[in-house]
Structures are given as C-alpha cells and as structure tokens.
C-alpha cells in the first residue's frame, strides 16, 4: 500500500493520534516525551504510532504533513503540530477542551503501533 494512503487511514482511524518516536511509556526523545504528557495531563485519550517501528512512516510522514520533525499531532485528519504547539495548546487549557469536545468519538488504546 502507498505510505500516504496508509497515513490517511491512520488519522482517519484516530481522531486524535500522535506520531512520535517511542511510545509515551517509553518515549525515545524529549519532545516525544512533553508532546505525549501533556496529552496525557488534558486527560486526552490518544493513539500513539512509534515511527521508529516503520522506517517507510518516519520517512513518509513529513512529506504527508509538510512538518520536519516528531512527534505530530494530527486531530480529526488535520495536523495541529509538533511539541510546541502540543504544549501552548495544554498551558492554554485548549488541550482539555479540544479533548472533552472530542470524548465521543476517541476511544482509549493500548496499541501504539501502526
């Protein structure tokens, strides 16, 4: 399958999906690591996709999004960001409410691979 077509699937799979490197009990990098807490602290049930576990992905994935570098937020199909943005979102209170207008359709996952 084209790497493009298996990312939309993703995010269209996810409401609120976050690629990064490692996973948010073992985050691989430090903005990984802030980007996937401050999900956790909005109280945002995400899926996590470790793009170290498909090298077709961590390649793809910028082009995809036009966005250098990991982790990115993608919500509803739409890429929000990387660890900075994640951030002002969570300080903001933005986080918590984009999460609680989006609790219907998320539903929490264990998976963090693609």
Request: hydrophobic share 40%; aromatic share 8%; with cysteine.
């Amino acid at each position: 399958m084209d790497i493009r077509r298996e990312i939309k699937d993703l995010v269209r799979r996810h409401p609120l999906i976050l690629f990064m490197k490692g996973t948010p009990e073992y985050p691989m990098c430090a903005a990984s690591a802030q980007a996937s807490e401050a999900l956790q602290q909005a109280d945002a049930p995400f899926h996590a996709v470790d793009v170290q576990q498909n090298p077709r992905l961590r390649a793809g994935l910028p082009r995809y999004s036009n966005w250098p570098d990991f982790p990115q937020l993608f919500v509803q199909g739409d890429l929000i960001g990387g660890c900075e943005v994640v951030i002002d979102l969570l300080q903001s209170g933005e986080l918590a409410r984009l999460a609680h207008d989006l609790a219907p359709s998320l539903i929490p996952t264990c998976t963090f691979r693609a």
